[in-house]
């Protein structure tokens, strides 16, 4: 076992140095990296504490899918402290948003030292990962100092199981140390007992991002997107991704001109702000707070954490990174307001709530941009429609709420 962790470790190292240029030259290009370096390799600025609770979120959808899972913490355990950590710096920036009160940093690589002084600055109690987060080093340091461990809303993409499956000897032992493994649906329970997970500490409570709550914080720009809007049907175009750009782009003009419509794109990578607002004239939100832009019909959503407040202004939506195969993105969060959506067939890493929205007529799966183009005209021109569209889609998120209370139940238990 030791001896499997020492070559885990050396492995960890070579990459790492194979991939420090990259991270260098990206940091010095584009302000990535660099500036969250110190606090993933362990070193903080804040004075140390202790917290009850570590919650780890990779990125923005893993941040917002937590929040129902915090209020239900804090309101079945008032005074728990956290400690929050992300990947990424948009998880970062929607973190501190969304839990003021908790000290967020970044997640440590996982090399022994990195993870020791996480453990020695913080000293939580509990460590509960959002999504299939399995690192070797955080599992069995943290296992080590006495934490106890959950794995929250767990999922086993197509694509992933079998790799898992490859590694089942490793991973069985990591799994093990597990108290609770928390997953979306029988399948991914299954998946997780066959990768080496005991049976029974995997429950299935499902999927937590159904227990999504609309942002109810006011929006900063909302008096000014309505006067841009100006009475037109507006479509929202989502968490889109590199390719994906490419391929909408092209046909908006003549969708606008045809529709008197109004689109609103949010790039899912702030890194491509810039590239998709060189593909066609359009304002820029950043624009919105320091000058009067000219009227026009398409706004770029250049910021983080507000697109869950803009879903609303939509007659229709779709949710991107789904066109192109990368995965896709949450449905929930325009559905919840009542906002009929569409999304691509590349749904993997959402793939059984891209079924449970398909089973119920509560989203429509679109496999090109004409198709897309094609159900937001619809939307637009029939009013029958898009209320059908729009009430399925919220009472399918209704229906399935609850996995959040579940989670921050057994969170609760293992913190008495």
Known sequence: ????????????????????????????????????????????????????????????????????????????????????????LTGQAQARRLFPEATITYFPFDFSASVGRFLDHHRPRLFA???????PNVTRLSRARGLRLLLANGRLSDRSFPRYRVFRPIVRRILRHYDRVLVRDEGDRKRFIAIGAPAEVVETTGNVKFDFAIDDKP????AQVES?????????LGSTREGEEELILPLLKPFIETHNAFVIIAPRKPERFDVVASMMPMMRRSDLGTRHPAPGAVLLLDSVGELTRIYPFATAAFVGGSLVPTGGHNPIEPAA??????????????????????ENG?????????????????????????????????KTVQQNRGAAARTAERIVELLA
């Open 337 to 358: 307001a009542g906002v009929p959506v569409c999304f691509g067939p590349h749904m993997t890493n959402f793939r059984e709530i891209a079924s449970t929205f398909l």
């Open 228 to 236: 841009l809007i100006a009475g037109r049907s507006v479509l929202i």
């Open 129 to 135: 990962a959002m999504e299939t987060e399995i690192w």
């Open 219 to 222: 929006l900063p720009i909302r």
């Open 1 to 88: 076992m030791r001896r499997m962790f020492v070559l885990y470790e050396v492995l960890l190292y070579l990459v790492f140095v194979v991939a420090l240029p990259f991270f260098l030259i990206t940091g010095l290009l584009r302000g990535k990296y660099l500036a969250n370096f110190p606090e993933r390799i362990g070193f903080y600025r804040s004075p140390a504490a202790s917290h009850d609770l570590w919650i780890h979120a990779v990125s923005v959808g893993e941040t917002l899918a937590s929040r129902p899972v915090v209020d239900e913490v804090l309101r079945r355990r008032p005074g728990t402290s956290i400690v929050f950590t992300t990947t990424t």
């Open 362 to 394: 509560a989203a429509v799966e679109v496999r090109s941009p004409e198709e897309l183009f094609a159900f937001a005209a619809r939307m637009f021109d029939d009013p029958a429609a898009r209320a059908a569209y729009g009430e399925r889609a919220r």
